[in-house]
């Protein structure tokens, strides 16, 4: 009768452990994005991101990731057209930021920090790529990671639209 109840003790410890594991991987976090401006020295309204589906990627203009990376954004981009925001953020100078998007030919929106990646925003490699859904929580986080144009990627965007 002891082994029994032993038995069903731990069966049902290890269920409410599970249960609490899996409720805290669930868990999202809020994103926060840091002053932009745009290359046309405009500020960047963080209000027009409210409700909206978001990708933001810290980048810079010398990491040959982000330079693999920018493909697979523009065809996220062209997959989803206006219902997904990207975002393109670096925080070297604008000078440089221009001259990346134009040697891609690049329809993303790309934008300055004046906040430092690294130590302000916490970013802590290139490219840190996030997918955002309406309530600005994270919905997916690359770190290196150049593949956003894949069968996971595209089914987390659509839903995230939902």
Not at 38 to 50: E, G, H, P, R
Request: glycine share 4%; charged share 25%; hydrophobic share 40%.
């Amino acid at each position: 009768m002891k082994l029994k109840t032993n038995i069903i003790l731990s069966l049902l410890l290890a269920t409410i452990v599970s249960f609490m594991f899996i409720q805290n991987m669930r868990k999202t976090v809020d994103v926060k994005i840091p002053a932009l401006t745009s290359l046309d020295s405009q500020t960047f309204d963080m209000k027009s991101l409210k409700g909206k589906v978001c990708v933001v990627s810290y980048f810079q203009t010398w990491c040959g990731d982000c330079v693999k990376e920018q493909p697979e954004l523009q065809k996220l981009q062209s997959r989803f057209g206006d219902s997904l925001v990207i975002l393109m953020v670096s925080d070297e100078p604008i000078a440089k930021i221009k001259a990346f998007k134009e040697r891609f030919q690049s329809n993303l929106n790309f934008y300055h920090s004046d906040a430092k990646l690294k130590t302000d925003v916490g970013v802590s490699a290139y490219p840190t790529t996030i997918l955002i859904d309406r309530k600005g929580k994270e919905k997916l986080k690359r770190v290196e990671g150049i593949d956003w144009f894949t069968t996971e990627t595209i089914q987390a965007v659509s839903d995230c639209l939902k």
